[in-house]
């Protein structure tokens, strides 16, 4: 059991030590700089005010105080008389070498009775936060007056140093914020005096974007960063010809007959093309509104064109009415067909030729050894230029077969 209590103490002191210095680590540093305003004071009263001051502080609050004494060694480098200190920027930056959050600056007076002006900067924001002036004879003083000064500067500086001004920002700007319910205003908009440690609850607002809630409990943060996120809306898209291929902001979307295209409200360009018909483009809005039904009816090319184009050049109707693969390969078959024609002509002119020759020489032949000789060359050259002349008209309706098919294609796409 000794033991057990052993255990317990430790813990209890360590938890003790651990919680004080959590504390003072969260505590604010405050410097006292009130200097007497004329020789008739006693140093001896005045050390014993400024003791008499910090202990009445820390006896309400546990902030860290700088005295005046340890103020005077951190200036005395500098050419800063904490005597004569008491314009504003002067006690910025004593505050700023001292490192003091807060600045509590004044003089005490000795007449009939003590006056004590007193006035607390807060050194971030370089303002006077609150302003005081005490009349208290010496005794009053000693009997609690010096502790309702104490309590003023603590409650002067609770009440800022528990408040913070909140800066709201949006993406996109322009969005309607309520704070508890209550409409504070548009985007971007600063909030001041909020309490720190207290719940919030922000609500963002803005046509055509999601609502938002955000809860926040209020510490350190200056800034809150919303990202709005776009409402999504439907659009059923349908019309003619089968199949027409559709383009939304250029990237595929589907085909007809229907498409349900759903995407965050806003404007979007359209495409619908297929080969034979007119390309279409226009633009069309989504909105947060109920589903609503587009339809678009592309109209043919022309034919006639086509086919003229198609009779000249074949493949080349097709082509310019979007059929481009077929178009291409009515061109690339009908080329080959008309080059080998052309080749098979040329080797049957070579052939005509070579007969017509042969059958010059034989009439005129002479020679009675030589004519039966001759006669046999002429009918082999003959038997060769028939054949070809059947090579070549093979070729010549094949290239006719392609045109015709290539015509006819053409007229009844």
């Not at 913070?164 to 909030?191: D, F, M, R, W, Y």
């Not at 090579?391 to 098919?405: E, P, R």
Request: aromatic residues 10%; hydrophobic residues 40%.
């Amino acid at each position: 059991m000794k033991q057990n209590y052993k255990t317990v103490f430790i813990f209890a002191v360590f938890i003790a030590i651990f919680t004080g210095s959590m504390l003072n680590a969260s505590n604010l540093k405050i410097a006292i700089n009130i200097s007497p305003s004329d020789n008739k004071m006693s140093k001896k009263f005045y050390t014993q005010f400024n003791n008499s001051l910090k202990k009445e502080i820390l006896d309400i609050e546990n902030f860290s105080i700088i005295s005046r004494s340890k103020l005077i060694d951190i200036v005395s480098w500098t050419d800063i008389d904490l005597n004569d200190c008491d314009q504003l920027k002067c006690i910025k930056e004593v505050g700023r070498l001292s490192g003091a959050d807060f600045i509590v600056a004044g003089f005490v007076t000795m007449r009939t009775k003590l006056s004590i002006d007193i006035y607390i900067v807060e050194v971030s924001q370089g303002k006077i936060i609150a302003s005081e002036s005490f009349h208290e004879s010496e005794r009053t003083l000693r009997k609690g007056g010096m502790n309702k000064i104490a309590k003023s500067i603590v409650s002067s500086i609770d009440y800022v140093s528990s408040r913070q001004t909140v800066e709201i920002t949006s993406a996109p700007a322009g969005a309607v914020v309520a704070l508890n319910n209550k409409a504070l205003g548009e985007t971007p908009i600063t909030v001041p005096d909020l309490r720190k440690r207290k719940e919030y609850s922000l609500l963002f607002h803005k046509q055509g974007y999601e609502s938002l809630q955000k809860d926040f409990t209020l510490d350190e943060q200056k800034m809150i960063h919303v990202k709005l996120i776009p409402q999504k809306g439907s659009i059923l898209i349908s019309g003619h010809p089968f199949k027409a291929k559709v383009y939304i902001n250029n990237k595929y979307a589907g085909k007809f007959p229907q498409i349900d295209y759903q995407n965050f409200i806003g404007t979007y360009s359209i495409m619908i093309e297929k080969p034979g018909y007119n390309k279409y483009q226009d633009v069309f809005e989504i909105t947060s509104e109920e589903s609503k039904q587009l339809k678009f009816h592309l109209k043919p090319k022309p034919k006639l064109p086509a086919i003229a184009l198609s009779t000249v050049i074949p493949g080349s109707g097709q082509i310019v009415r979007g059929f481009t693969k077929r178009g291409l390969l009515f061109l690339v078959v009908a080329t080959g067909v008309g080059y080998l024609t052309a080749v098979e002509y040329m080797d049957y002119d070579s052939k005509h030729t070579h007969y017509l020759n042969d059958l010059d020489r034989f009439k005129n032949q002479t020679d009675l050894n030589l004519i039966e000789s001759d006669k046999e060359k002429v009918l082999i050259s003959f038997d060769e230029m028939k054949k070809q002349e059947t090579v070549l008209n093979n070729y010549l309706y094949a290239v006719g077969a392609v045109w015709s098919i290539n015509i006819l294609e053409i007229s009844l796409e």
